[in-house]
């Protein structure tokens, strides 16, 4: 195992972020990872898997260790289900593939999310209707402080709108090594989600097959959202806001088009892209070099040369005007480095 000095993290974070780490390594075992947390004990640590959900605001001062724990194997079989065992390390989108080759079903609509299969449990990814918490059975995590391997459920994971035990009792005390799923080996579709009837009608589908949703997924992804290979970003920089039932009555005096969702007890979601397109935010450049995203307000973008800070100053400008327009407060959903 090679330990860098003064490594560049550019290629290691989807927004493609000069900054740099003190030390870095790439490890591919639990007993790697053992050894060089043992050896750098005193040192500040990074775990990163895909990097595309941080935002590296500074040079790392400590060691940052890029996570290629890799494997993927069928741990049990019924009839009707599938089990599946992954490294963490696996790219989620090739994992995905691999699912809808096999025609098991589950995570069609979550095709091309970046990432990796660890960091997924990590903010219970989602998207077009499904989440990470449906389809999800276990997950083993080394947890530094004690050594230990432990194994974590559904209800012990914790899982909410992106978010888990991992973001918050036990942020930077757990490293996922690998997680285990279960699909369905029957077709098991969920096409409700406005979008993919759209696309598939598009596709001239009447009789979808697995295929034919993760298809229809990445093309409404690929027409919305950039792709990281060509312009640097970590897909939603906010979370839609769930606010109170009475802010939403007060929004819709004024806007009566303004999309919502209820989620029940009294709370709404609004969609944070359509706040921020609202203002006036969406598709503004600044210097030629970063800014929001033109067909998705979500999504900050850094076309070139930017430097994290200024993506995160950007990201407190619009956190406060949105506040100020409509006593909505977002919040941040990349993790801040
Ligand atoms: N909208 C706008 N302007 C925008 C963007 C969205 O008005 O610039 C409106 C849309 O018209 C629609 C509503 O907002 O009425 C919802 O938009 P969309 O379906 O595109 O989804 P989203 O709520 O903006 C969420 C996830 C995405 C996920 C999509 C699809 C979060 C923070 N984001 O976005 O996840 O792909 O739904 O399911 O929940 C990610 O987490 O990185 C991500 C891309």
New binding site residues.
Partial sequence: MDILKSASLKSYNTFGIDASAKLFAIVTSLAEIQELYAHFKNENKLPLGGGS?ILLTQNFDGLVTKLNLNGKEIVKETEDHVWLKVGAGEAWHDFVIWCVENNWSGVENMSL?PGSVGAAPMQN?????AELKDVFKSLEAWLPEDNSVEVFDNKTCDFG??SSIFKKQLKGKAIILNVTFKLSKKQNLNTS???IEEELALMKISNPTIKNVSDAVIRI?QS??PNPAEIGN???F???PVVPTETVVQLLKKYPNA?NYNVGEGLVKV????L???VGW?GKVFDDRFGVHK?????LVNYQNTKGQEIFDLSENIIEDITEKFGITLER?VNII
Avoid at 295 to 299: D, G, H, I
């Fill in positions: 959900n999310i990814i989602g998207a077009y209707g709108y992106r989600y406005g979008s992804r919305k959202l970590a897909g939603s906010f979370k839609n999309p969609p944070a892209g359509w921020i397109e609202t969406k067909k998705q307000a979500l999504v959903e």
